[in-house]
C-alpha cells in the first residue's frame, strides 16, 4: 500500500483525523515497516500530499482529510488571525480545550506527552491520539508513577529514558490543594509545575502557595491562566504554519 493512500485509510477510520502520533501508532496495521526512518517517509508523504490539497493541517502535527468541518476550532480561529477572545467565548469545555492545547504545544516544542484524561477532546480531536505517551515510564518507584499517572497533562523529555520536565494540572473551580500535593511528590525530580485557571482565580492560587506544605518550595509553583496558554497556542500555529508552508 502506497503511504498516501495508508494516511488516507487511517483518517478516514478515524472521523476524518489522525495525528502524526496517531498515524505512527496505526501505520503497522496496513503495510510492513521498512527498517529506515519510515516516519520520516511518512511525514514527507503527507507534507506533499497537504500541499496538493487531499490532506489539511487542522492542529499542531494533526492532519485531516480535505472536506473535514473545524471552522470553530482554536487552529482555525489563530490560521484567520481572529482574536483570543473570540476563540475562548465560544468555549464550553475550557478544561479539555486547556489540555488539548498543552499537549499539542508540548509536541510542537518536541516533547513526549501524556495525559490522563484519555477520553477527553479538543476540538473535535481525541486528547489520547494527541499523546506520545501512552503509559507512564517507569523512571521512579511504582507508587510514585501511579501518583503522577494522575496529573492532566505531562511532557517528558526526548531522552531514551524519558523524564518528566513539566507538569501541569487545570484547575476551574478548586483551590489547588489536590493538584499541589500530587507535584509534591516529585520535589526531588527536576521537574517544574504548573497551575493553569481562570486569571481571576490567580489570588487563590497565591494564597495557597503561602501554605504548608508548599510555603517552603512555593518557587518550584507557577501559575499560568486560560488567556496565556492559548496565546502560546495561537503564537505556536502562527510559527507552525510558517515552517511549514516554507518547508514544502
Given at each position: 500500500m502506497k503511504w498516501n493512500d495508508l494516511i488516507h485509510i487511517i483518517?478516514?477510520?478515524?472521523?476524518?483525523?489522525?495525528?502524526?502520533?496517531?498515524?505512527?501508532?496505526?501505520?503497522?496495521?496496513?503495510?510492513?515497516?521498512?527498517?529506515?526512518?519510515?516516519?520520516?517517509?511518512?511525514?514527507?508523504?503527507?507534507?506533499?500530499?497537504?500541499?496538493?490539497?487531499r490532506f489539511k493541517k487542522i492542529g499542531l502535527g494533526v492532519y485531516a482529510i480535505q472536506n473535514y468541518k473545524d471552522q470553530f476550532s482554536a487552529y482555525s480561529h489563530a490560521v484567520q488571525n481572529k482574536?483570543?477572545?473570540?476563540?475562548?467565548?465560544?468555549?464550553?469545555?475550557?478544561?479539555?480545550?486547556?489540555?488539548?492545547?498543552?499537549?499539542?504545544i508540548g509536541n510542537f516544542f518536541e516533547f513526549k506527552t501524556y495525559t490522563s484524561d484519555i477520553n477527553k477532546k479538543f476540538d473535535g480531536k481525541k486528547l489520547s491520539e494527541l499523546c506520545e505517551?501512552?503509559?507512564?515510564p517507569y523512571f521512579t518507584y511504582h507508587e510514585l508513577k501511579e501518583i503522577i499517572s494522575k496529573c492532566d497533562v505531562i511532557w517528558f523529555n526526548k531522552n531514551k529514558m524519558p523524564f518528566?520536565?513539566?507538569?501541569?494540572?487545570?484547575?476551574s473551580t478548586t483551590d489547588f490543594t489536590n493538584s499541589m500535593l500530587k507535584m509534591y511528590q516529585m520535589l526531588d525530580f527536576n521537574t517544574k509545575f504548573y497551575l493553569v485557571a481562570p486569571d481571576k482565580r490567580k489570588n487563590t492560587f497565591f494564597n495557597r502557595v503561602k501554605r504548608e506544605p508548599f510555603v517552603s518550595v512555593k518557587e518550584k509553583f507557577q501559575f499560568k491562566g486560560y488567556e496565556e496558554v492559548t496565546k502560546l497556542y495561537f503564537s505556536s500555529v502562527e510559527h507552525y504554519e510558517l515552517k511549514t508552508n516554507f518547508l514544502l
Open positions: 483518517m478516514e477510520e478515524n472521523d476524518g483525523i489522525a495525528s502524526l502520533n496517531y498515524l505512527y501508532s496505526k501505520a503497522h496495521e496496513f503495510r510492513e515497516l521498512p527498517s529506515s526512518d519510515w516516519k520520516k517517509t511518512l511525514r514527507g508523504v503527507l507534507y506533499r500530499e497537504v500541499k496538493r490539497g482574536s483570543i477572545d473570540q476563540y475562548l467565548d465560544k468555549l464550553t469545555d475550557f478544561h479539555s480545550a486547556i489540555e488539548g492545547m498543552l499537549i499539542e505517551i501512552k503509559e507512564i518528566p520536565k513539566f507538569i501541569f494540572e487545570v484547575e
